[in-house]
């Protein structure tokens, strides 16, 4: 709601202030600096990309790599490998179409699982990683391009075809950043469903709690960002 009542501020304030010019004669000005978007960015770009990366699941991920990967790690487990976990595996929920099902029937024992799912832990922290760099850098970006138009509409040197077109280049930005939580919420979801295949029996904590907390951080900071934005909009 704060997003929809800076832009209309925003379009008010152009707007009275093109009336006055219009007024006094000031529409022949030719000094009014250029549009503040020229087109997309570098950084615009790689949201977007990473936007649409993240919509890739963690099962999607793990089944492209996991051919060659599979095999090796079932055959690097450890001794709780032997004899455990076969039977689940093999059961009906393998065939499920999860991410738990997929490293179920791929893998016997808890080790070899582990191995697995911190693995796809870390590409998934270093993918998140790279997301918030470049949701940084579109964020700095663009509030300074929102904050020079602010100034521009007041003093009525900004015309309202280029002020939509801002807006919706902030808007786009956004529905972006919004993509990319969505899908990094739904890998969250995916690793706190495997997270029982990597605990040892009698215990509860397990070994990928720290990277699951990393995880939920790397989201809160995503989040953080695209609100950043929208109350400036």
């Known amino acids: 709601m704060a997003g929809r009542s800076y832009s209309t501020r925003l379009i008010a304030a ?3 202030a093109s009336l006055a010019l219009t007024a006094c004669g000031g529409s022949n000005d030719t000094t009014a600096p250029q549009a503040a978007s020229g087109g997309t960015t570098q950084a615009e770009a790689d949201l977007a990309k990473q936007a649409a990366a993240l919509q890739k699941t963690i099962l999607q991920g793990a089944i492209a790599g996991g051919v ?6 079932f055959g690097l487990g450890g001794d709780d490998d032997i004899g455990s976990g ?5 059961g009906a929920g393998a065939l499920a179409g999860t991410y738990v099902a997929f490293v179920q029937r791929k893998y016997a024992g808890r080790e070899a699982r582990l191995r697995q799912i911190k693995s796809d832990l870390d590409r998934n922290a270093a993918e998140m ?9 579109v964020l700095a970006a663009q509030k300074a391009e929102l904050d020079a138009l602010n100034a521009r509409a007041a003093a009525g040197t900004v015309d309202q075809a280029e002020l939509q077109r801002e807006l919706a280049e902030a808007n786009g930005n956004l529905s972006q950043m919004e993509l990319a939580i ?10 706190a469903e495997a997270r029982n295949l990597t605990i040892a029996r009698g215990q509860s904590a397990s070994p990928i709690d720290g990277d ?19 109350s400036s909009l």
């Open 86 to 90: 076969i039977s689940i595996g093999l």
């Open 212 to 230: 699951l907390s990393a995880l939920s951080n790397q989201i809160s900071q995503m989040r953080g960002i695209a609100s950043d934005l929208a």
């Open 182 to 191: 969505g899908g990094a919420t739904k890998r969250q979801a995916e690793f």
């Open 14 to 16: 152009a707007i009275s």
């Open 129 to 137: 990683q790279t997301t918030l760099n470049v949701m940084n850098q």
């Open 68 to 73: 060659t990967g599979g095999a090796i790690g």
